[in-house]
Nanobody, 130 residues
């Protein structure tokens, strides 16, 4: 069983930054496929960024060069540093975990693949004003 707790959301103006955190339980955190997803009102949940045990990362085109996903295996914590935020980044953000790291980038970023993830944080709201 994996428990995920998201935090770090808030309200910022366009161009600002936020860092989201996701505290995870479980002894094999380092081997998980971990991802950040977001869902805006009336829109489908979408993958934002993925990271696997070796540190390999993948990003949605909409956030490349602005967002950075990272993790601290010693603290069992996943992060998402978001810079140059835009109003269109406004959404509820969720971290998610899959116990298999195979094809992690595709599992996070492929449309609709969020349904493959069994473990989710409760979500943290990010609001960006213009």
């Amino acid at each position: 069983q994996v428990r995920l707790v998201d935090s770090g959301g808030g309200s910022v103006q366009a161009g600002g930054s936020l860092r989201l955190s996701c505290a995870a339980s479980g002894n094999t955190f380092r081997s998980y496929c971990m991802g950040w997803f977001r869902q805006a009102p009336g829109k489908e949940r979408e993958g934002v960024a993925a990271i696997v045990s070796g540190g390999s990362t993948s990003y949605a085109d909409s956030v490349k060069a602005r967002f950075t996903i990272s993790k601290d295996n010693a603290k069992n914590t996943l992060y998402l540093l978001m810079n140059s935020l835009k109003p269109e980044d406004t959404a509820m953000y969720y971290c998610a975990a899959d116990l298999s790291a195979v094809g992690c980038g595709g599992k996070v970023l492929r449309r609709g693949s969020w349904r493959l993830f069994d473990y989710w944080g409760q979500g943290t709201q990010v609001t960006v004003s213009s």
